[in-house]
């Protein structure tokens, strides 16, 4: 039995309170009907109107950020693409100005050999020139003296030879011959 009173004893604890001896009147309803009075105090001021704006706009915001994003995306991939193409074109151009770089090089070794063939063929015949000159100017130089030694040989002759009876006479020849 003393179960029996223990347990009315702890029910009679528990019990709900009730506002005006009201059963239905509890504290669980009295939140119920605050929160009810609270909903329609924001609907008749408009509050999820306010809200609904409130996300519209915010979402007015995130697409005219998507859209812009979008935007300079495409505007990045068209100067990417702008870009790749110039670095092919200029790819192109450094194998051809490589190209003609290569072939003025060797137009220009072609012309240096060219010059330096002219330059030793024209030193080649300055020299032959020169050469000739000397061996010239030698072969003069030795009839020079050979005709200086021969004359000198021929003056020391006649000396010997020729006395002054012998000068007359030949004075005399070569007057009566003009």
Known sequence: MLDVLAHAAAEAEHAEAAAFGISLLTPGFFVALAML??????????????????LDARIADISKQLEEAARLRAEAEALRDEYAKKSR??????????AAAEHQA?????????????????????????????????????????????????????????????????????????
């Open 37 to 54: 009075v609270v909903f329609a105090i924001m609907l008749r001021a408009g509050v999820p109107g306010l809200i609904a704006r409130a």
């Open 106 to 178: 060797e137009e220009i070794v072609e012309k240096a050999k060219r010059d330096s063939a002219a330059l030793v063929e024209r030193r080649k015949a300055i020299a032959e020139n020169k050469i000739a000159a000397a061996e010239l100017a030698a072969v003069e130089e030795i009839r020079a003296a050979a005709a200086s030694a021969a004359a000198e040989a021929a003056r020391k002759l006649i000396a010997e030879k020729h006395g002054a009876a012998a000068d007359r006479k030949l004075i005399d020849e070569a007057i009566s011959g003009l």
């Open 89 to 98: 074109e200029a790819a192109s151009e450094i194998v051809a100005i490589k």
